[in-house]
């Protein structure tokens, strides 16, 4: 009850605080945003707070979901003053349609598996695009939006594709279908073909997305965790020379792979999982 009271009254200083912005005597630029000005704000704040949550920092989430409040709220003034409230009905809605999305926790309605859970919610969102007049042919993928970074998209592609049932059968196929997949790239990379290998590359992108898919794991997530290992592991390199007198860029490639080597060894004393990742010269 004391979370809840917290809750209530920081959305209510929240509240105040953007109401106090855009009234009389408040700030002339917020005074001017608009619902279209503001996406730009909106999608790099969530791009921020995804960042801190995959950082594990919390006081740097906890600032990044502030900051993503403080849009909500503030777009929801924005559109109080034309006369159109939304943030009310858009969580009534929102609390209504995912409960009509769990009839297997709000009804008797009984899931076997996280497949058929899937299936079934594929099934309860095309239900209600009828009722709302949708035309019903606008298929499978009609509401992913257009804007998705490619690897979430491709991962979501796969993903609502497999809830009905148009997928390999088995995860062996899928393996066997990426090993073709990159074999068709090299043979590609032979020929020399460029419009071919981008082709060829993109294809086996898609389907080891699909693969990561199918053993829980999301190909941007993972991604972006090689991404920050090799950015840490790089600064160490650089930090390495720097101590020891030496310009990182000026040493051959055989020096730059025993830093890597070095800083990895560390990794591994200080407890950080050993993985097999080469070198870069590898």
């Known amino acids: ?167 390999w059968p088995e995860d062996e196929e899928v393996e066997q279908q990426v090993e073709a997949e990159w074999l068709e790239l090299l043979d590609a990379c032979a020929d020399g073909d460029e419009k071919r290998i981008e082709h060829e590359y993109g294809d086996h992108l898609f389907t080891l997305v699909e693969l990561g898919r199918r053993h829980g794991l999301k190909a941007a997530i993972a991604l972006d965790a090689a991404n920050r290992r090799f950015l840490a592991r790089y600064e160490a390199m650089e930090n390495l020379a720097a101590d020891r007198g030496k310009d990182f860029a000026a040493l051959s490639l055989d020096e730059k792979d025993e830093l890597w080597e070095e800083v990895k060894a560390a990794e591994q004393a200080a407890g950080v999982a050993p993985d097999q990742e080469s070198t870069p010269s590898d």
């Open 1 to 167: 009850m004391a979370d809840a009271q917290a809750l209530h009254e920081a959305v209510d200083r929240l509240r105040a605080l953007v109401d106090r912005l855009t009234g009389e005597g408040g700030c002339p630029w917020d005074m001017a945003q608009t619902p279209e000005s503001l996406t730009e704000y909106l999608v790099e704040e969530c791009h921020e707070l995804v960042d801190a949550i995959r950082s594990g920092s919390l006081e740097h989430v906890r600032e990044e979901l502030g900051d993503v409040a403080f849009l909500l709220f503030f777009l929801d003034n924005i559109y109080t003053r034309r006369g159109e409230p939304m943030l009310a009905a858009a969580l009534n809605e929102t609390t209504a349609k995912m409960i009509r999305r769990h009839p297997h926790v709000f009804s008797d309605t009984e899931i076997s598996s996280q497949e058929e859970l899937l299936k079934n919610w594929e099934q309860i969102k095309r239900a209600e695009k009828t009722a709302h007049g949708e035309d019903a042919r606008k298929g499978l993928f009609s509401g992913l939006p257009a804007g998705l970074p490619p690897l979430t998209k491709a991962y979501r592609l796969h993903s609502k594709a497999a809830r009905v049932g148009f997928t």
